[in-house]
Structures are given as structure tokens and as C-alpha cells.
């Protein structure tokens, strides 16, 4: 998927359950970005990295966490404190240096609260 | 967060006409401007952007154009045609954000044959 993939491609949650999906890139990207995209609400964002080992909330992070142990990697865990986490995931990457900004995009993960 | 608007919210146009979509946006540092393009069931993709010591750029039929002063940049597209159809979305890089971009809304622009 272009250097950046997402797993799964749908999934599927209880009520009460953490769930966690998968953002792999190897782009040798320095950033990695999670967005949720609701209808008419444009991409919103969760949360974003621009180094291993530490990472930012971004304006909707409240029930979500991140972690970023390696470059190529970055999940993100819906938790069950998240009261509508029915939408599409997105996760992004882009590089950091030399004024190049332009993300790649992975094909995205649908979340359905069952 | 940080305000970016982006009108109009949907935009409908006979093939072979111009289409304009505005964004505008609060943070006066901003210094990226690009513009994604996502069509129906698939992820956005970059389709053009501009950096803040350029007042225009063109690629084929689509443009971007840039006012610093009143914090607005615009997506042009000229001679549409169907495939053309998606949702666009501005999505102005916020300093305070790192290098996060901060998305509109997105306006779907519908072409018609």
C-alpha cells in the first residue's frame, strides 16, 4: 500500500473493549500521524510523532493512546474510554527535513462498535 | 485546535467549467499550503501545495494561489471533467502543531457530463 500499511482493514468492537490497529511504514519517515475521519467532519487529529519515543496529542485525543518504540511503527489502542469510536483511521506519515511536509497516507482501518 | 475553513462545502459544475475552493485559516505562520484530493472509498492523496514565499502555482489544470496577508489560499481547477468528482481538503501547516497538518472540512466537488 505505497509504503504504509493498516490492519486490519475493518474491525469490529465490543462495548468495554480496547482495541488497537496497526500503522507500518518503511519509507524511512521520520513522522507518523493518526487521524479519524468522520462524515463532514473532514480528518481530525488523534495523535502524531515526529521522533521515536515520544509523540503529541493532537485535538481529539481523549480516549486514544499511542505508542512509538520503533520508526516503521506506530498503533494506536481505542480504549473503552472512547464513547464513539465508530468512524474511519487513518495513519500518515511524511519526512521532517528539508521542507517537505507532503504525507503518505495508509488505506485505512474502519471501526465498528458492535 | 486551530480554525480552518473551507468553502464551499459542496460544489457542483457541468464538465468543462472552473472550479474555486477557499480555505481559510488562523495561524499567521503558517508556511505550507497543500491541498489533498480523496476519492470515494480510497485515501487522500497530495494533488498540490504551495509554500508561503510563492504567491501561485500551477500543475496542468489545477492551481493554487496564496494571500499571506488575508490567510486564505484557494485550489483552482480548470476544464473539470468526471474524474474530477472527490472531496478536497485544505490542509494548512499549524507551527504549533509541529509537522502536523491541521485538515478543513473538505468541500465534494461533483462534476456532471
Known amino acids: 500500500d505505497g509504503g504504509i500499511t493498516q490492519s486490519p482493514k475493518y474491525l469490529f468492537r465490543k462495548e468495554g473493549q480496547n482495541v488497537t490497529l496497526s500503522c507500518e511504514q518503511n519509507?524511512?519517515?521520520?513522522?507518523m500521524y493518526w487521524y479519524r475521519q468522520d462524515p463532514g467532519q473532514g480528518l481530525r487529529l488523534i495523535y502524531y510523532?515526529?521522533?521515536?519515543?515520544?509523540?503529541q496529542k493532537g485535538d481529539i485525543a481523549e480516549g486514544y493512546s499511542v505508542s512509538r518504540e520503533k520508526k516503521e511503527s506506530f498503533p494506536l489502542t481505542v480504549t473503552s474510554a472512547q464513547k464513539n469510536p465508530t468512524a474511519f483511521y487513518l495513519c500518515?506519515?511524511?519526512?521532517?527535513?528539508?521542507?517537505?511536509?507532503?504525507?503518505?497516507f495508509g488505506s485505512g482501518t474502519r471501526l465498528t462498535v458492535v | 485546535g486551530e480554525n480552518v475553513e473551507q468553502h464551499p462545502s459542496t460544489l457542483s459544475v457541468q464538465e468543462g467549467d472552473s472550479a474555486v475552493i477557499k480555505c481559510t485559516y488562523s495561524?499567521?505562520?503558517?508556511?505550507?499550503f497543500p491541498w489533498y484530493k480523496q476519492e470515494l472509498g480510497k485515501r487522500p492523496q497530495l494533488i498540490i501545495d504551495?509554500?508561503?514565499?510563492?504567491g501561485e502555482k500551477k500543475d496542468q489544470r489545477i492551481a493554487v494561489t496564496l494571500n499571506k496577508t488575508a490567510k486564505h489560499f484557494s485550489l483552482h481547477i480548470t476544464e473539470t471533467q468526471p474524474e474530477d468528482s472527490a472531496v478536497y481538503f485544505c490542509?494548512?501547516?499549524?507551527?504549533?502543531?509541529?509537522?502536523?497538518?491541521?485538515f478543513g472540512k473538505g468541500t465534494t466537488l461533483s462534476v456532471s457530463s
Open positions: 500518515a506519515s511524511s519526512i521532517v527535513t528539508g521542507r517537505n511536509y507532503g504525507y503518505t
Open positions: 519509507l524511512n519517515h521520520d513522522a
Open positions: 510523532s515526529q521522533i521515536v519515543n515520544d509523540f
Open positions: 495561524d499567521s505562520a503558517s508556511n505550507y
Open positions: 504551495i509554500r508561503s514565499n510563492v
Open positions: 490542509a494548512p501547516l499549524i507551527n504549533q502543531a509541529g509537522t502536523a497538518l491541521i
